[in-house]
């Protein structure tokens, strides 16, 4: 069956530098979910999309955008890289409401 | 607000023992969904098992059973004969329902396995 597909795995980037997390939903899933994991830590929700539009936000830096486009597909973009930003970043989707949420295999970003 | 606690960050078992993953969780809502998650040393979040508020009856799957009680907002997890393969970090989490979706899950600190052989 397909899961979520979140690309890409790994990431290095530099201080200051900009990096873009892509994420596509299992196929038909109308809701796709951020969150941030830092070492050593619990999933933090950065934020949620239903239908392409923003549903609800979390601990999401200013710095930090996203968006879902119309093939559901989801973008986390994310500018001025501190170092504290690096983390494994997931990607969940789900049908509606709070169903099981399946989530991606994370991009592990890494800023140097 | 909600909020989920796993008292245990780390337990260390020998293979074959029977082992209880606690999680206590506190909303405000009526109406909710617990899950559990099994994160490997590779990454990745597992999907175990979701729980709606109304559904108090405990779960059996194979060597898994959840013992899901309102009365004291706990929704603990329990591996029989565990086995080298079950090491990770298991983490309990919480989503309040909500009219629309999008509702996000809250995690539990996590509690990390070791079993040994």
């Known amino acids: 069956a397909a899961g979520v597909i979140q690309s890409p795995r790994h990431l290095i980037k530099e201080k200051r530098e900009t990096a873009t997390l892509k994420c596509y939903p299992i196929?038909?899933?109308?809701?796709v979910y951020w969150y941030q994991q830092g070492p050593g830590q619990d999933p933090q929700f950065l934020i949620s999309f239903y239908e392409k539009m923003q549903s609800d936000k979390g601990s999401i830096p200013d710095r930090f955008s996203a968006q879902q486009f119309s093939d559901y597909h989801s973008e986390l973009n994310m500018s001025s890289l501190e170092l504290g930003d690096s983390a494994l970043y997931f990607c969940?989707?789900?049908?509606?409401?709070?169903?099981?949420?399946?989530f991606g295999q994370g991009t592990r970003l890494t800023v140097v | 607000a909600q909020k989920v606690t796993q008292a245990q960050t780390e337990i260390s078992v020998v293979e074959k023992e029977d082992v209880t993953l606690d999680c206590v969780y506190e909303?405000?809502?009526?109406?909710?969904?617990l899950f559990w998650y099994k994160q490997p040393p590779s990454g990745e979040l597992v999907f175990l098992i979701r729980r709606n508020s109304f559904d108090e009856q405990n779960e059996i799957s194979g060597r898994y059973s959840w013992n899901f009680q309102k009365s004291t907002s706990s929704f603990n997890f329990t591996i029989t004969a565990s086995q080298v393969v079950d090491s990770a970090v298991y983490f309990c989490a919480l989503s309040e329902a909500q009219d629309n979706a999008g509702n996000m899950l809250t995690f539990g600190g996590g509690t990390r396995l070791m079993v040994k052989p």
């Open positions: 196929p038909r899933h109308d809701t």
């Open positions: 909303t405000r809502d009526t109406t909710y969904y």
């Open positions: 969940a989707s789900s049908l509606g409401g709070p169903t099981e949420a399946f």
